[in-house]
């Protein structure tokens, strides 16, 4: 087959090429055979009579709930691998039918990358909360970031991706081991692990807690109307996500001035010589409408697309659209709407920080001054090193 | 000055989702469902678990899946305040890193132990 058609010489060379070229690509492959296994999926739920989709969603939690309670306690092989089957049985229903609604499996080729990301994250969050030893379970935790940090990039969140990586696994997860170090118990009995990490406690009532969880909220996400989220993204359409990105812009009045000002001069630069002016425009201020926006989204005269209105520096106005190029991106939009929308979010989470440095300082601080004296003194007996003072008030610490 | 001319990207973006032809709503409906199972999860970690250390970091598990959903809904209404809320959400969770496990250091100390039943005394019951 891999020879099929192809000269001698090509044979000699081309090998590698050629026989990757008769693969069908990874695309190609995974639309074959989507629709197989959600037309198999669609024909077990027709044969069972009409289910609704919230009890679909309600059942398939049920199941991932079990196998995660047989996977809490600690058990034989056989009933891990169970939980194991359950868990992933109960988890892949779900994602179908989810995916279901976003209008995937019609034909379409399914998304490979939030299967696989989450898969990954809770393949690390069972572990991590199934895991006997601590040490173990914060970097599980570490995988859990890492894969959630990768559905943000696929969300078009690229800010928040890597402060989650920087700030989770890189400085949160950290502190964790270092307190695991700090409050190292010694091994005692099998696996190397305390026993109070190895027993659960009421494991079943938590494991129904956490299933009324997911069935409600699973429930609250999807099953009112079947396709309620993929509705509203079609409704707000790419369009809509470069008109507010430029909106959060225009809240800042000079950052909006100097990059009209840029779109400007790209626009000067780029017009054939004889029809440009004989020197770059320069825009003296932003026209604001009645709403107290600068930006025209209507068909403007020029082109589609999103403009700005500014007036010149001789007094006459004029529209300046916008390139999609100088949209701005993610982090310049978040750092805008940070000081233009939640100046007082942002103060207060820095006194947060700063409340929070002063707690840990203090929390150190007190234990270290907890020495033998106080200690002898809260039980009750002599101080060892009084001399003159016995509890001085306040003034000896 | 109206003869401006219209810039225009002649090749679209190569995102993850141009390659695999798959939609935003199917991320959207994946961060959903995981920011669930993840919140679900943290919550049997909480409840289940005896170790101190584990328990807050089964917070911190609950703290993502929130997160995850500010996204994701930050998606749907094509609004960048999911986004800076996580900021917030980042924040909170770095203090109480700081702060719970300090605490945490102080009860081992105290009982040397990290069984949170050795406090059960403030059970009521």
Known sequence: MRRSGAPENIREHGMDRLFLNQLPPVPDLLSALWPAASSLLAESASTAGPVSPALVLTIASAISAIGLALLLRPGPRGVRLAGTVGGLAGFSILVVEVLKRAGEGDGGVPPVFPVVFGAIALFGAVRMITHARPVFAALYFILVVIATAAMFLLLGAEFMAFALIIVYAGAILITYMFVLMLAQQSPSGE???????RVPREAGSAVIIGFVMLASLSEAYFSQGSQRFRDDIAARAEEEGA????????????LMLETAQAAANQAWRSAPEAERSAEKPAIASLVRDARGSSLRS????????????VQFADGSMGLVLLPDSMRPDNSRQIGVDLVSRYPAGLEIAGVVLLMALFGAVILARKQIELGEDERRELAGMRRLTVDGEPGGA???? | MNSMIAMHDAIPALSPTVLLGSTDAAHVNMALLMSAILFACGLVGFLSRRNMIIMFLCTELMFQAAALAMIAFGKVHQDISGQVFVIFILTVAAAEAALALGLIVLLYRRRETLDSEAWSELKEA
């Open chain 1, 394 to 397: 306040g003034g000896a610490r």
């Open chain 1, 191 to 197: 696996q190397g692990a305390a026993w109070y990490d």
């Open chain 1, 243 to 254: 008109l507010a990105a430029w909106r959060r812009l225009d809240a800042m009045p000079k």
């Open chain 1, 298 to 309: 209507e068909r403007s005269g020029l082109e589609d697309g999103i403009s700005v209105e």
